[in-house]
């Protein structure tokens, strides 16, 4: 069963599904045969769709020292172009799981493309979390420029910056005393994830780091989205090794299981969902 509530210490963490959905294999990994993944079936059947890479496009709210924090605002209500008019869900997701837009106090993005942006703006062109400040990573603003002037999804960020709640930042910065931003670069110059540590509990909300739970061991498989693979690679080694020795429960915006921790099962490190 997929667990969609957790608590780390004192800080409560709620996985959002924006929308669930089944891609071309080739469209996420084109560098990589699916024969290759197929030694992974077994252990990540929900990874496998019919013939295709079944993922999910996630989110995540997290609530620290009276702060509702949102990780990400998914891919938007659509109709999403490139995938045959499909409609994301977060705001209703969101609500059926307790949280209101209103409530939202902080947004940080993991990083800027278009599958993590989509819900910043109502179609009216305001936030869709009106009290909310925006935290961007200052590496994605600069590489993606003029890319945020056009994709549909991404262009939604450009608003924040006249409307006078965007942050940008770099490094890692206390988001609460809980909650800290951490670099975690490759994927995207600027991606970052988020570290939780409350009351000797850890966790990191680790947007795409990676995209298939397999990636806990063959870290040298990458996306075709990561943007330079060998830092993308060189990331994983260092931030898997480090979930692994803590214990750290480790929540990915792409893998069918919301929460997980990295363990040593027969010799080979494994993603095991909660
Ligand atoms: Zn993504």
Redesign the pocket.
Known sequence: MTVPRITVGNVEIIALVDMPMELPWEIIFGSIPLSEFEAYRELYPKSFGSGRFATQ?GAYVLRSQGQTVLCDTGIGAGPIRFLGGACGRLLDDMRDKGVQPADVDIVVFT?L?G??VGWTLSPEQVPNFPKARFLVPQADWDYFGKMLETNQQMRQVLPLEQLGVLDLFSGERAITEEITTYPTPG?TPGHTSLLVSSNGEKAIVT??LA?HPAQVERMDWCSS?DTDARTAASTRQQVFAQMQADGMIAAF??FPEPFGKLIRLEGKRIFQAL
Do not use: L, P, S, Y
């Open positions: 496009c990083h493309h599958d993590h994927h947007g795409d995209h989205f915006c792409h």
